[in-house]
């Protein structure tokens, strides 16, 4: 292969995940960084996202459609998706269509879990509630492992190829969709903390008690961030599936909870851009980790991802103890300046 | 058909005992350094490696490795304190950075026993990974000798740890900076070393737990993880104020896990144990909405909780 291709291959790729991590770390920014909600189980959401949709996508797909079959569309999935597969492959629009339905229901999948978490996150101290989510985490893997009918059992299944239309230009353009997604989220989000509701949450985060005493229901605001960034998470879940085409119960609390908080750590816990510049580095970083694998292969005495392990626990370590505002800090809002349109009183 | 078999009792007095060793640190790290460690799923695992690696290399009596793993993990814990939380004490960290500092050294410590797994294979050209070495345990009583040297150990370990803290100047000292570390600062207790000696204990009592588990049950570089929501679970069921407490939070969750799901198992439906690890997930969830102080926080007559 040229070499050309091999650095497009590898800058596609790469974008495609630092499309879903920005996703994953913009919800958990919101809970984490502006609420000062410590969620620790953003895996539950993800997963809720990424299983939800696995499950649905193919069953959808042939009542949708309209395909007339007696087999199963998870145990017998293979042959279903032989059947839906050319039909969205002939019909970009309809693939479109599907993939907004799908987009909408790990979003939905993902708050619902948020709905599920935040009963204890608005009742719990921050320790405990961080022991709880991250405890929450993992009954989803329990669940997609034990209860075959959602994905599967332990082999997971496939999902129907909602970019197979664009031929060889597929992951291009998945790419393309995810990156778009992300973008827009991330711009919503970073409107969302510049809104007197945004600023509400940072109160709540700084001081619980003033911002009751002046008459902010901090319940309900807790209760919302957490539904709103879970609903992201849910939203990449279901994006990550439909990019790599299956899914599988193996969602690890490693790559889904840990990393996106290494992202926003490294970014700068709170800031919004910190986010971005997080997830990039991040992810950029891990890449390149994993693309030069192969050349460490015979040399070291062990698999090379475990260094990765090590190296990455290193790094965090060493954010928390002398960089703990991240590389991008967060800006201290002048109330003065930030006075517009929007807070004039009616 | 009987209700529960012996066997289930047995396993379920193991497992507790090991799950109550490990709250136990959870518990006390807890109390003196007020962050919930999730480095222990690592401790646990280091100490299940510790003896699995010396019945390759020294000796085929898997028991030997329960001193070492007490003195490397315990260390290893030190380590932890000193290079980690200390510094980022000192910053006043919040406790939220605090539990990630915690997490990112669980992560760290995860490589690094994946890395002497492989370590194992290639150089000694053994299987590293679903250890068990129930084989090389003895019988006593026709019953595996892990049984009675968990339930042992876990006596020994607490009547250890009571005497320190009750018949020692070192235990008044220790548990007059749980109480309150600015006080005792005052009175001219070193804190930071009260504080290294108590990741020492709940250090080496997670190792011991590890070093023992591979006779029981087979072992994983991610055993440890595994188990950290039990761990967890029983500490807090024990109540987080009170040491002791984890022990009957480890007896408590353990009977719920292993006993209630092997009566649900047989006599309800046997796709039960495919959710077991859900149990203590729910226990968890449950008792910090419901009772958040954990049976310890629980008030026997108005006014009077239980106490040392």
């Known amino acids: ?346 | 058909m009987e209700l529960v078999t012996l066997s289930t009792i047995f396993g379920w007095l193991t497992y507790s005992a090991f799950l109550s060793l490990m709250a136990v640190g959870i518990t006390l790290l807890f109390r003196t350094t007020k962050v919930a460690n999730f480095a222990h799923a690592s401790f646990v695992t280091v100490g299940a490696y510790v003896t699995y690696t010396l019945t390759v290399t020294l000796s085929p009596n898997p028991y030997v490795g329960v001193p070492v793993a007490f003195v490397l993990v315990g260390v290893l814990a030190l380590l932890q304190f000193y290079a980690i939380l200390e510094p980022m004490r000192k910053r006043n960290s919040s406790t939220v950075m605090l539990m990630i500092a915690t997490l990112s050294f669980d992560i760290m410590m995860l490589g690094v026993v994946n890395i002497h797994a492989d370590y194992l294979t290639s150089t000694f050209a053994v299987p590293a990974r679903n250890i068990l070495l129930s084989e090389s345990d003895f019988k006593f009583m026709g019953q595996p000798g892990i049984l009675f040297v968990a339930l042992g150990t876990l006596a020994l370990c607490s009547a250890a740890l009571y005497m320190l803290l009750n018949f020692t100047t070192l235990g008044i000292a220790l548990r007059a900076s749980m109480e309150n570390s600015s006080l005792s600062e005052a009175i001219g207790i070193n804190v930071s070393k009260m504080l290294a000696i108590s990741w020492f204990i709940a250090g080496g009592l997670a190792g011991i737990a590890g070093s023992l588990i591979p006779m029981w049950t087979m072992v994983n570089p991610n055993t440890g993880t595994l188990l950290i929501a039990s761990m967890f679970c029983a500490s807090i069921v024990g109540g987080l104020e009170e040491i002791y407490g984890a022990i009957l939070g480890g007896f408590l969750l353990g009977l719920v896990d292993v006993v209630g799901t092997s009566i649900l198992a047989s006599h309800v439906a046997p796709w039960v144990t495919l959710y077991e690890p859900v149990i203590p997930l729910l226990v968890l969830s449950g008792t910090v909405i419901l009772a958040p102080r954990g049976l310890a926080g629980v008030h026997l007559r108005r006014g009077r909780s239980w106490h040392l």
């Open chain 1, 1 to 346: 292969m040229a070499l050309i291709d091999q650095v497009i291959l590898f800058v596609v790729d790469l974008l495609a995940l630092f499309a879903v991590y920005l996703i994953i770390s913009t919800g958990l920014n919101m809970q984490q960084g502006i609420t000062g909600i410590p969620n620790f189980g953003i895996l539950f959401a993800v997963a809720g996202g990424a299983y939800i949709t696995g499950g649905l996508s193919t069953r959808l797909a042939v009542i949708l459609l309209g395909i007339q079959t007696n087999l199963d569309p998870i145990s017998e999935n293979i042959a279903v998706l032989q059947l839906v597969n050319p039909i969205l492959r002939s019909q970009p629009p309809t693939a479109v269509v599907l993939l907004i339905l799908f987009l909408m229901i790990g979003g939905m999948a993902g708050a619902l879990m948020g709905l599920i978490s935040s009963a204890p996150a608005v009742r719990l101290r921050e320790d405990y509630l961080a022991i709880t989510l991250l405890a929450f985490g993992e009954i989803l893997n329990v669940v997609g492992i034990g209860y075959k009918p959602l994905i599967g059992g332990p082999i997971g299944v496939n999902v129907p190829d909602i970019f197979g239309w664009a031929g060889s230009y597929r992951f291009y353009l998945a790419t393309l969709v995810l990156l778009l997604v992300a973008i827009a989220i991330y711009a919503f989000a970073g409107y969302i903390i510049k809104t007197p509701f945004g600023r509400t949450l940072k109160a709540i985060r700084d001081n619980e008690i003033v911002a009751r005493s002046l008459g902010k229901n901090i319940t309900q605001y807790r209760t919302s961030v957490i539904l709103f960034g879970s609903l992201l998470c849910g939203m990449a879940g279901s994006l990550w599936v439909l990019y790599s085409g299956a899914v599988t119960p193996t969602y690890a609390r490693f790559d889904w909870t840990f990393l996106p908080w290494l992202m926003i750590l490294l970014g700068g816990i709170g800031s919004n851009r910190g986010v971005l510049v997080g997830s990039l580095t991040f992810v950029t970083l891990n890449k390149l980790i994993i693309y030069y694998k192969f050349e460490f292969v015979g040399i070291l005495p062990f698999d090379i991802v475990w260094l990765n392990y090590l190296l990455l626990g290193i790094i965090t370590i060493l954010i928390l103890i002398y960089r703990p505002e991240g590389i991008v800090q967060e800006k201290w809002t002048d109330p003065k300046q930030n006075l517009g349109a929007a807070d004039k009183p009616t």
